[in-house]
C-alpha cells in the first residue's frame, strides 16, 4: 500500500504512517527506526522523510495488522525486534499454528491473530530494559492488556517525551477493541492487566501517546486518566466472576446426588454442565444439556464419559429418552448429546441459532466447539413449543453468554420454570449474574440485556441454570441483572474508539472464514467462502484477497463490494490451488481486508490441511 498522503511529520525527526497499523518514524539523520510496520508502505514513500537506512522495526505486539508486511523488510535485510514475551510467535510460527487447538479451546484471547509464517527475530525487546538509539534511549515498558506480551516505548524525542503506547489506548479514555481485553475464558483478567499497565504508562509522564491506531494524543496523562476511570468501571461491573459461586460446591466426579426439583422434573446439578431429566409418567424423559461428568473431566481436555443416565433410572425412574435439548452449542453441554443418540435412540433437538455449528462444527472459528458434528433432528426456532411431561415450553433466542443459544419457557408442575443456560448463574455479590462478556462466543452491546428481557416476559419462578443447579428468582433479580446489564453497555459505550461502532470493537469476527478448517490432497483444489460483516451505521465498501503460501492461487485475487449497514454481512467465494509440492500437514490462509477506505490487514485466517497427494 503506497499513499504519500498517509504520511505525517509530528516533529523534526518523527515520522507517522497510516498503514494497517500506525508505523512511526523516528529519525537519526539518514538512519531510521520504525515502531511497527503494517503492510509495510512507509518503506514506498521514505524518500520523503531523508531516511536512507531502517536499522530496525520494534514491534509493540504479535498481532497481524502490525506486522503482516515483514516479510518485505525481511527480504532487504531490515532487523526486526519484537517483544520478548511474544517471541515465539513471530520466530516460530509454524509450530504455533501446528499445536494450536480449535476444538473445545476455552482460549478467550487473541492469541490466533498473529502471522502466518515465521519471520527472523533479530532481538527481543525486554521488560524494563533500555536501547540506546538517536543520542537518547528507548525504554520498554511491559504493558499487557491489548496482548500479554504488548509492550510500550518511551522515548525522548525533539525535546518532548513520548510513548509508543501501542494498542493500549486508542483516544481519550478509549481502546482500540474491546474483544482483545480478555484472555482466560469469562475473566477480566486482560482488563485489569490494562488498567495497571495504563497507570503504569501515566505514572511515567509521557506528554504524547503515539498508539498504533487512532491519532497521536498530546495530553498524555489526560487521555490516559480517562481510560483508567473507564477500565476500573469495568473491571468493577465483572468483578462477580472473580467471587463465583462454582467452584464453592465442587463434589467427587462420582458421589453426585441427584436433586427432585419438581414432581416431573430431576437434576444433577454437578455434573458439567448440570443435567436436567424432565421424566414424564412413562419414566420417559427429555434430557437438558448433557456434558462432560465432573470439572474433573472438564480439565481432561474437556473428555466425555456417559454419566448420570444410570442415576436417573435407579433415583428418577427414567426408562427411556425421547430427545435432549442442549441450551447452547458449548461443548460442556452437549458433549454428550451424539452418545444419547447412540446409546438412548435419543433425538437431538436444536434452536436454529445453532444448528449449523454443532452439525458443521469445521465451518467455525469460536470456543468450546465440540469436534464432533451432532446429527440435527429437529431444528427448534422461536416459538415452537417443547411438550413434554405435561409441560408446555416455549422456545426463544437467548444471546448474552453467547449469540448461539435458546431460552425455553413455560409451565412445569405448577411453576413458571425457565431454562436459561449460561446467561443466569447464582451470584455472589448479586443473586443472578452472567457468564458474560466472552466476545469470542459473539455478543453485541445490547445481546446480554435483550436475552434476559426475552426471558422476563415469561414471568419465570424457577431457572434451570446451566451451572449453579435450579435457582429461585425475583422479578427483582432479574431487574437487578437488566440494570447492570445497562450499566456495561455504558462503560462499553465510553471505552469503543468510534461511538456508534460499539459492535465492531465487540466482534472478534468481522472477517472470517466459513469453512475455518478444511483438508485437500497436494495438487488439488478447495473452495472456501469470506464473510465481512459491516457494523457500520452506514453501507461500507469492502475490499478482500486472500493470501496464500507461495506457488498456491486463489480465484479471485480480489474482490470488492459495498457491504449495507447495521450488520449486514457480504460472502464471496474463493478457489483456493494447492501445487502437488505442497508438503503435508496444517497450512494456514490469511484473508486481507479493507473496510470503508481503510486497510484492516489480515482480520481472518483459515487452516488449511494438505494431504499426501
Ligand atoms: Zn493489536
Ligand atoms: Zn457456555
Ligand atoms: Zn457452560
Known amino acids: 500500500m503506497t499513499d504519500a498522503s498517509r504520511l505525517t511529520q509530528l516533529s523534526p525527526s518523527l515520522w507517522w504512517y497510516r498503514d494497517t497499523c500506525n508505523v512511526y518514524l523516528w529519525t537519526a539523520g539518514e538512519r531510521g527506526l520504525l515502531i511497527d510496520f503494517g503492510s509495510g508502505g512507509i518503506l514506498d514513500v521514505l524518500d520523503r522523510t531523508g531516511v536512507r537506512e531502517i536499522a530496525a522495526i520494534a514491534h509493540t505486539h504479535h498481532h497481524r495488522d502490525q506486522c503482516g508486511g515483514d516479510d518485505r523488510a525481511v527480504a532487504i535485510g531490515i532487523p526486526i525486534w519484537v517483544p520478548a514475551r511474544e517471541r515465539a510467535l513471530f520466530e516460530s510460527t509454524e509450530a504455533f499454528w501446528r499445536m494450536r487447538r480449535t476444538y473445545d479451546s476455552y482460549d478467550a484471547s487473541s492469541l490466533g491473530f498473529t502471522r502466518a509464517t515465521s519471520i527472523p ?61 480478555q484472555w482466560q475464558y469469562g475473566m477480566p483478567d486482560a482488563v485489569g492487566a490494562a488498567l495497571h499497565s495504563v497507570t503504569h504508562l501515566a505514572g511515567r509522564g509521557p506528554r504524547r501517546l503515539l498508539p498504533s491506531h487512532g491519532a497521536p494524543m498530546d495530553d498524555g496523562p489526560g487521555a490516559l486518566g480517562s481510560l483508567a476511570t473507564n477500565l476500573r468501571s469495568l473491571a468493577r461491573l465483572l468483578a462477580e466472576i472473580r467471587r463465583n459461586r462454582l467452584w464453592t460446591t465442587w463434589p467427587s466426579s462420582v458421589d453426585q446426588p441427584l436433586t427432585q426439583v419438581l414432581p416431573h422434573l430431576w437434576v444433577n446439578s454437578h455434573s458439567v454442565a448440570n443435567t436436567y431429566a424432565l421424566v414424564d409418567d412413562d419414566g420417559d424423559a427429555l434430557i437438558l444439556d448433557y456434558g462432560f461428568p465432573s470439572w474433573d473431566h472438564f480439565f481432561a481436555d474437556q473428555r466425555f464419559v456417559a454419566h448420570t443416565m444410570d442415576d436417573f433410572r435407579a433415583g428418577a425412574g427414567l426408562r427411556s429418552v425421547r430427545a435432549t435439548v442442549p441450551s447452547h452449542y ?8 451424539p452418545w444419547l443418540q447412540r446409546e438412548h435412540g435419543a433425538q437431538a433437538w436444536i434452536h436454529d441459532s445453532f444448528a449449523d455449528i454443532v452439525a458443521t462444527p469445521e465451518r467455525y472459528d469460536l470456543p468450546c466447539l465440540l469436534p464432533e458434528p451432532i446429527r440435527v433432528d429437529r431444528v427448534l426456532a422461536d416459538g415452537d413449543m417443547v411438550e413434554h411431561a405435561g409441560a408446555s415450553l416455549e422456545t426463544f433466542h437467548m444471546p448474552g453468554h453467547t449469540m448461539f443459544a435458546l431460552g425455553l419457557a413455560g409451565t412445569l408442575d405448577g411453576v413458571r420454570v425457565a431454562y436459561t443456560g449460561d446467561n443466569l448463574l447464582a451470584g455472589a455479590l448479586s443473586p443472578l449474574r452472567a457468564a458474560a462478556p466472552i466476545y469470542r462466543n459473539v455478543m453485541r452491546l445490547e445481546s446480554i440485556r435483550v436475552g434476559v428481557e426475552r426471558l422476563i416476559e415469561h414471568g419465570p419462578e424457577l431457572l434451570l441454570t446451566g451451572h449453579t443447579g435450579a435457582l429461585e428468582v425475583s422479578r427483582q433479580d432479574l431487574d437487578e441483572f437488566v440494570a447492570w ?129
Open 121 to 181: 527475530v533479530a532481538r527481543t525487546l525486554d521488560d524494563h530494559q533500555r536501547i540506546e538509539w538517536s543520542g537518547g534511549s528507548l525504554e520498554i515498558l511491559p504493558t499487557p492488556g491489548h496482548t500479554k506480551g504488548s509492550v510500550s516505548l518511551l522515548a525522548e524525542i525533539d525535546g518532548g517525551a513520548v510513548a509508543f503506547s501501542g494498542d493500549l489506548i486508542v483516544g481519550h479514555g478509549r481502546v482500540p477493541t474491546l474483544h482483545d481485553l
Open 485 to 613: 446489564a445497562r450499566e456495561l453497555e455504558l462503560v462499553i459505550g465510553r471505552l469503543v474508539p468510534v461511538p456508534g461502532l460499539e459492535d465492531e470493537a465487540l466482534d472478534p469476527y468481522v472477517a472470517r472464514f466459513d469453512p475455518y478448517r478444511a483438508s485437500v490432497a497436494a495438487g488439488g483444489e478447495v473452495a472456501t467462502d469470506v464473510v465481512v460483516r459491516n457494523h457500520g451505521p452506514a453501507a461500507r465498501e469492502a475490499a478482500v484477497r486472500v493470501l496464500t503460501p507461495p506457488g498456491w492461487a486463489a480465484d479471485p485475487a480480489e474482490a470488492s463490494a459495498v457491504i449495507a449497514d447495521g450488520g449486514a454481512t457480504w460472502t464471496t467465494r474463493f478457489h483456493i490451488t494447492v501445487p502437488p509440492t505442497a508438503p503435508p500437514g496444517r497450512h494456514v490462509l490469511t484473508v486481507d481486508v479493507w473496510l470503508g477506505g481503510e486497510p484492516r490487514g489480515e482480520l481472518a485466517e483459515m487452516l488449511l490441511e494438505v494431504l499426501p497427494g
Open 330 to 337: 458449548h461443548d460442556d453441554h452437549l458433549a454428550g448429546v
